[in-house]
């Protein structure tokens, strides 16, 4: 294992003066994966082996966006991982927070030149690029940017924007994907980013519903667009370096994990072929509001589902009353070469972790 932790983010809905607050919790994901030495313990289908019920960690970092629950403000936050494992949060008027868990230090970052609200964020180097999953055209009148990175100041890029003393990073704006300026382009639905990922150490893909897909070169700041198909996978695919392929969950069936080779989508422009899939769930449950593919490293993966479970039950006389059990799924998958240098996904363990009363898991990052 490279990842010592993933981190488990719910957010509060509670009354009260943490309402609307931000739950980081470290995982240790080494407990998703039956040890090497026990053989034996292995379960014969293991596609088939029982949830685990684990226990939620405890808290080891709140935040609360600025304002007053009940006052018609929309308090939100958005928290993004860095290569560097350290946390990004930005709230809803833009103001940002570096969290390392390592240290538990806590820092201001530059605001952003704009806030967002229901974004995408990728890790490329030691920079951070954000954008909105729905993008816009930029603005003059009223600055308004969908897109920005959060640069770090030692790697010096061509922008003119000088660091403030003490500052080693800062918010960059960059141009919106072209399609957002075709004719009659509203962003609602189809204008929505359905897939994205990083290729090599400079490109950025995203497909849209009915655009196509498009990359993104983060060294000129310019946009190509690749072709009018979209990418196969739903959501973030990441890119597994032990095997040279982007494993994500597919687009035609969020219940598959998928294997795609993206290295010559950028050059060749061409949709990429797959390489290997496998039901990985295990477990029958209706589709999760947020699924994520996260990658562990020596060739491991975490796949992790959220869900909002709401029942009714009758109180009396045909009255009714709503109870909401919210709770994660993670389940840990291992990728290996056989035969004939064949790609096998073997899945481990699925441990379920549920949540309280008035708590909602949004992310696995």
């Not at 927070?97 to 704009?114: C, E, G, K, S, W």
């Not at 479970?309 to 056989?338: C, H, K, P």
Request: glycine share 8%; charged share 20%.
């Amino acid at each position: 294992m490279i990842r010592r932790f993933l981190h488990m983010v719910d957010i509060c809905y509670k009354p009260g003066p943490l309402s609307h607050s931000h739950r980081l919790r470290l995982i240790d994901p080494s407990a998703l994966f039956y040890p090497k030495d026990k053989e034996d313990a292995l379960p014969l289908d293991r596609a088939a082996a029982a949830v685990e019920d684990a226990r939620l960690p405890r808290t080891t970092m709140v935040f609360r966006p600025p304002g007053t629950p009940g006052t018609g403000t929309v308090l939100w936050m958005e928290m993004m991982r860095r290569n560097d494992d350290k946390i990004v949060t930005v709230d809803q008027t833009g103001r940002g927070i570096l969290y390392d868990p390592a240290t538990h230090i806590v820092r201001a970052l530059p605001a952003m030149t704009t806030p967002k609200f229901y974004t995408l964020s990728l890790a490329v180097g030691n920079d951070l690029y954000v954008m909105e999953m729905t993008p816009h055209p930029d603005s003059d009148e009223r600055p308004k940017r969908s897109f920005e990175a959060l640069i770090h100041c030692d790697e010096r890029h061509k922008s003119g924007i000088r660091k403030k003393e003490g500052d080693d990073c800062f918010w960059r704006p960059l141009p919106p994907p072209p399609y957002v300026h075709a004719a009659g382009y509203r962003g609602l639905g189809a204008g929505e980013i359905c897939g994205y990922a990083v290729v090599g150490d400079s490109h950025i893909l995203i497909s849209t519903l009915t655009y196509g897909t498009y990359s993104f070169d983060t060294a000129s700041a310019a946009w190509t667009k690749a072709g009018d198909w979209k990418l196969p996978f739903r959501g973030h695919a990441v890119f597994v370096p032990e095997h040279g392929l982007w494993f994500g969950l597919s687009a035609a069936d969020d219940g598959t994990l998928g294997a795609w080779d993206l290295s010559s989508t950028v050059q060749q422009q061409q949709q990429p072929p797959l390489v290997a899939h496998g039901r990985c769930n295990g477990f029958t449950l209706p589709e999760a509001h947020a699924s994520h593919v996260v990658h562990l490293g020596a060739g491991n993966l975490c796949v992790a589902k959220l869900f909002l479970m709401i029942f009714q039950r009758e109180i009396y006389n045909s009255v009714f009353d709503w109870d909401q059990r919210d709770f994660a799924m993670l389940t840990g998958v291992e990728v290996v070469r056989g035969r004939g240098d064949k790609l096998h996904i073997i899945k481990h363990k699925s441990c379920r972790y549920t949540f309280g009363e008035h708590y909602t898991p949004v992310s696995v990052l």
